[in-house]
């Protein structure tokens, strides 16, 4: 097969997804990855498809195989442990895939962040949520996502001064209703609802 008939479907591809026509998207990678079996990537753009139209059996079926392609693909397992999160039937099977996320890439902030949220909600281990956290920002100083968490993981801690870098740095990226919930925690005020935007549900990674 040229190289250019591959190309053009991809493109064509790629912009549904920006569109967010997942379904027309899912039939187009299908066929891509019916023409080329050992094409690593369209495997896992079909699996991050399959994911945002909530298949997650098939998105992890995808993901497999784009790893066993490329076994250091760390987006792939990523997104195989946001899909058992997604499921919320196998935290062990979610924070398997987020450690191998890291391994095959050390900087791979969401998978830092995927393991704080599951540690912090579903097994209720918040000072093991914490070191997650802090890798979180550390790799990625303005993750909105990271300071969330780790102000909540603080709170839970009860290291309320400790809570106060997180409550800044969020008003100074501009998220200050994440703020508010860190603040809303101090005061014992936390619930899962108050987390529930920024954690794990199954939001795989997708080409922006």
Known sequence: MKY??????????IALIQNRQFEQARVLYSQICA?????????FLLGAVNGQLGLFEEAIACCLRA??????????YYNMGAAYAGQGEDVERAVDYFQRAIAADARF?????????????????????????E???????ESTEGYHGLGLAYALTGKR?????PISMLRTLNRPDLALAVENALRGE??????????PKGSLARPT
């Open 135 to 141: 890798k979180a920002v550390e790799t990625a100083p």
């Open 161 to 165: 001064a400790l809570a106060l870098k």
């Open 190 to 199: 936390f619930g899962d609802g108050e987390a529930g935007e920024e954690a």
């Open 35 to 43: 023409q080329n079996t050992e094409d690593a990537e369209a495997w």
């Open 67 to 76: 790893t066993a392609i490329f076994p250091d693909y760390a987006d792939a």
């Open 4 to 13: 250019k008939e591959v190309l053009l479907p991809k493109q064509q591809a």
């Open 109 to 133: 902030t969401r998978a830092y962040v995927g393991l704080g949220w599951l540690h912090l909600l579903q097994k209720r281990e918040p000072e093991e949520a914490l070191a997650y956290f």
